[in-house]
């Protein structure tokens, strides 16, 4: 009986401690991918990806900007207004202007006008270092 009980007692004091580990595990690792923190916004972290590279000027054919926003730990940022630049010889389609859980806004363009068109990015009052770059032809 005696080894009965200590066999339980250690297996209860086990299973504790996994329980505390898996907890704090669970909600440091697969808690909500984006932050919610106003200010903690990383232009450096923060990327643009534009696709495809080169599309026809014919004023159908898009361009897609997707820009994510990232915090200093490379974690989305959810709910932050994304404005790009207005340019006369392009045509926006805000698709999903507000950033999402992963920190991801998304934006297309389209152009009658042959040439290359820079595009900046802002976030709040943060401007992004690196610049969207659409080319028509």
Known sequence: MQKFLLSAILFFLILITFSIFFFFYE???FGSRA???QVD???DNSYVFVAPLVAKADGQ???RITVFVLNSQGVGVYGKKVVLTNNA???ATEVQPTTDQTGKA???YASSLAGDYYLEVRVDSIT???KAHLSFN
Do not use: C, H, Y
């Open 27 to 29: 909600t440091r690792f």
């Open 35 to 37: 932050s919610m923190n």
């Open 41 to 43: 916004i990383s232009a």
């Open 61 to 63: 054919q898009k361009e």
């Open 89 to 91: 010889g392009v045509i």
């Open 106 to 108: 998304v934006f297309d």
């Open 128 to 130: 992004l270092p690196q």
